[in-house]
């Protein structure tokens, strides 16, 4: 069985040279995800064989781009013709979607094969992937451990060896903490830089696609084939796409690396910290310059966030009123019954108590109070990163306080639950890249640290990650917790 966690760039001479087919590559995901998948709940849906199909079409054919024949997978909140998107959620269960979102649309002309839709929390609200309507995905590393949220079943799933590459999507570190927490490599892009039609709403200012993958060179790779403007998506940006490959120089003499106190300045894992500083050395003898800098309106971040986000949620999950599409309410005496059973019996705990909290911040006499205040503190954090930005060409931080936490841990306690994010929000509040990176074992389990970017400058976020990554060892370890390639 072929190994799928050598890299895209492997896999892709290994077809061009035609050692392999796409066929093989296919079954080979196939096969590993029959191995484990029952164990790691990654997929929440199998396309077995329209995947099959595609990749016979690719037979005898040489490769014409890096993508093609490579199987991928995709979190299920993205629509994919013909093939169900349920984002996690009973009340789209058994929803099919007429049309693809730009992102599958664009891997698909690039050659990729569609194997599954991943688990997730429910419409992106949470952060362990034990949110979801269907099943908790489990850390491939320790299977009594979450894998983070809400692209759980992305990380998992690339982690694990089943597919090279995933997409996810990016709220408030949804792509970023479960990569750290599974030993990934996991990219938010700028808000803008990637298209999010298709992509079913949580809080559309803050929303954001990117890849999930073994190595920052993959992430380069799949970034360049998804990123650029769409005009479907009315928050997409016209700007040229660099070529991420050729900032890959694994040199980052005199780049300049903030330190943010306000990051540091909060209680943190001793176990976290020590890696943070090893992280810090390793930047330091590849030649940059590591400036300490301030963030002065981090504290606030968590608490806008959780107004904002929220807000917005209120508003796009009003469309789910068992009218038009999804799961309705069969027993219902007359209309206002039945909007009142199909989304309480739909809706899972807390995406019912983020309606709730923004239909709140959003009612008459306290909008001012809350949703406006939280988006006027919202300005105030992309300040601090404008004023840091002229100092420095990148900012440095841990991507979550702590390792992956033990299955049911937070469940109980959401707002413990939601300070697992407290290092990722502000980057989704100004709207800038970022990356999470593998940067050591903590007790066994992976740990992440985050670079994080000027709007638009992938480039520099690439390079700089990569470098370190070279330098070091954590993007090639495995997790032990499963069988086979691990």
Known sequence: MQDLTVGIAQLHDWLKSGDVTSLDLVAASFARIGAIDSAVQAFLTVTEEAALVRAKENAGKTPDGILDGIPFALKDNMATRGVKTTCGSRILEEYIPPYSATVMDRLDAAGGVLVGKLNMDEFAMGSSTENSGFFPTRNPWNLGTVPGGSSGGAAAAVASGMVPYALGSDTGGSIRQPAAYCGVVGLKPTYGRVSRYGLVAYASSLDQIGPLTRTVEDAALVLQAIAG????????????????????????????????????????????????????????????????????????????????????????????????????????????????????????????????????????????????????????????????????????????????????????????????????????????????????????????????????DEATVLRAAHAYEQATEWTGKRPQAIGGQA
């Open 229 to 456: 403007y769409d005009h479907r998506d009315s928050t997409s940006v016209n700007l040229p796409v660099p070529d991420y490959m050729t900032a890959l120089t694994g040199d980052i003499r005199g780049l300049r690396i903030g330190l943010p106190k306000d990051y540091f300045a909060h209680d943190m894992d001793a176990g976290m910290r020590k890696v943070m500083d090893a992280a810090m050395e390793v930047l330091r003898g590849l030649g940059a310059e590591l400036v300490e800098v301030e963030l002065p309106h981090t504290e606030y971040a968590l608490s806008a966030y959780y107004l904002i986000a929220p807000a917005e949620a209120s508003s796009n999950l009003a469309r789910y009123d068992g009218v038009r599409y999804g799961f309705r309410a069969k027993d219902a005496e007359n209309l206002l019954d039945m909007y009142n059973k199909t989304r309480s019996r739909g809706f899972g705990t807390e995406v019912k108590r983020r309606i709730l909290i923004g239909t709140y911040a959003l009612s008459s006499g306290y909008y001012d109070a809350y949703y406006k205040r939280a988006q006027q503190v919202r300005t105030l954090i992309r300040r601090d990163f404008e004023t840091a930005f002229e100092r420095v060409d990148l900012v440095f931080a841990p991507t979550a306080p702590t390792t992956a936490f033990k299955l049911g841990e937070k469940t109980s306690d959401p707002l413990t639950m939601y300070l697992s994010d407290i290092y990722t929000i502000p980057v989704n509040l100004a709207g800038l890249p970022a990356i999470s990176v593998p940067c050591g074992l903590i007790d066994g389990m992976p740990a992440g640290l985050q670079l994080i970017g000027r709007m638009f």
